[in-house]
């Protein structure tokens, strides 16, 4: 489908008149035949076929937004910017529209603004709207098309397919054929893609094979520092074992006495004797055992009262 040559509008503008009827309601439009049939195809087929008297045509399937916005392109060549991604159903059924009435300059208008919106906002076509481009155009639709890459471009790009589209392409067998097409189409540079023939197990292999290596020098020095540490407990323990076996011999005596904190303070003169000694060297050496000191200032024999 090529683009009629374009001619001026004030050119366009004839007195013969058509009658266009829109929608379920029969929205009623008056057009200049000549401006309309000179960008239409479909209805030049209708109002310049041979014998044809015929100077209206009905639309009832066909919505009255688009439509409208068809005829303010007509006269403009002009399109309305869509702020939201919202804005783009009402581009996506314009765009439908032209290709059932074989506009081709409408057709890559629109498309033009759709690619913009999508690359100016850094997204990717939603699933949705592209089910819905899918199924109501036909395979070489450029809107079609442009979708299909901007999906193979995402998929490659980003980390994963998404749920819902991992589902969408189980089910829609030729939209998934379709994005390997597009990737196929891309003529990527060979050395930029991983070639799986390679055996990339040998690869791995090697890459762990040096990596125990490393490991197990690492493993060697921890094991001669872990050996070199565990000789220094053993010594260590060994000694503890001595000094508890001569602590221990020490206690077993009957001459090992525990000073108190006070006697530490203030030695007490002698020691006792065996636990042979008689009662006598007891007595005799009672004085000797006693506390050097009275506690809390009290002095002999004055214990205090307990308080009533």
């Known amino acids: 489908m090529t683009a009629p040559?374009?001619?001026?509008?004030?050119?366009?503008?004839?007195?013969?008149?058509?009658?266009?009827?829109?929608?379920?309601?029969?929205?009623h439009w008056i057009l200049h035949e000549k401006l309309l049939c000179h960008h239409s195809p479909f209805f030049r087929s209708i109002f310049y076929a041979k014998g044809s008297t015929t100077t209206s045509f009905g639309l009832p399937d066909e919505e009255d937004a688009p439509f409208k916005t068809l005829v303010g392109w007509l006269y403009s060549s002009s399109l309305p910017v869509p702020r939201e991604e919202s804005d783009l159903t009402m581009l996506l059924d314009l765009y439908l529209m032209a290709e059932k009435f074989r506009i081709p300059g409408l057709i890559a208008d629109v498309l033009q603004v759709v690619r913009e919106w999508y690359k100016f906002s850094d997204s990717y076509p939603g699933l949705r709207r592209v089910q819905y481009v899918y199924a109501n155009t036909e395979d070489g639709s450029p809107m079609r098309h442009m979708l299909v890459h901007s999906v193979a471009r995402m998929v490659v790009l980003e980390q994963g397919i998404p749920s819902h589209w991992d589902k969408a392409l189980k089910k829609n067998g030729q939209l998934a054929v379709d994005i390997l097409k597009a990737?196929?189409?891309?003529?990527?540079?060979e050395a930029s893609i991983p070639d799986a023939r390679d055996d990339p197990a040998d690869a791995?292999?090697?890459?762990?094979v040096e990596a125990e290596m490393v490991d197990a020098e690492e493993?060697?020095?921890?094991?001669?520092?872990?050996a070199d540490a565990d000789e220094g407990d053993a010594e260590e323990v060994n000694g503890q074992?001595?000094?508890a076996e001569a602590e221990a011999g020490e206690d077993s005596t009957d001459d090992t006495v525990v000073d108190s904190p006070v006697q530490a303070q203030h030695p007490a003169g002698k020691k006792l004797g065996g636990a042979g000694g008689k009662a006598s060297d007891m007595a005799k050496?009672?004085?000797?055992?006693?506390?050097?000191?009275?506690?809390?200032?009290?002095t002999n024999n004055d214990y205090g009262t307990l308080a009533h």
């Open 183 to 189: 990737i196929q189409n891309w003529r990527l540079d």
């Open 285 to 298: 050496n009672f004085k000797e055992m006693s506390l050097g000191v009275v506690p809390n200032g009290l």
């Open 241 to 243: 074992d001595d000094d």
């Open 219 to 226: 493993g060697d020095a921890e094991g001669a520092v872990e």
């Open 5 to 27: 040559q374009d001619k001026p509008l004030n050119e366009l503008l004839s007195r013969s008149m058509v009658d266009i009827y829109v929608g379920p309601e029969n929205t």
């Open 204 to 208: 791995e292999e090697l890459i762990d």
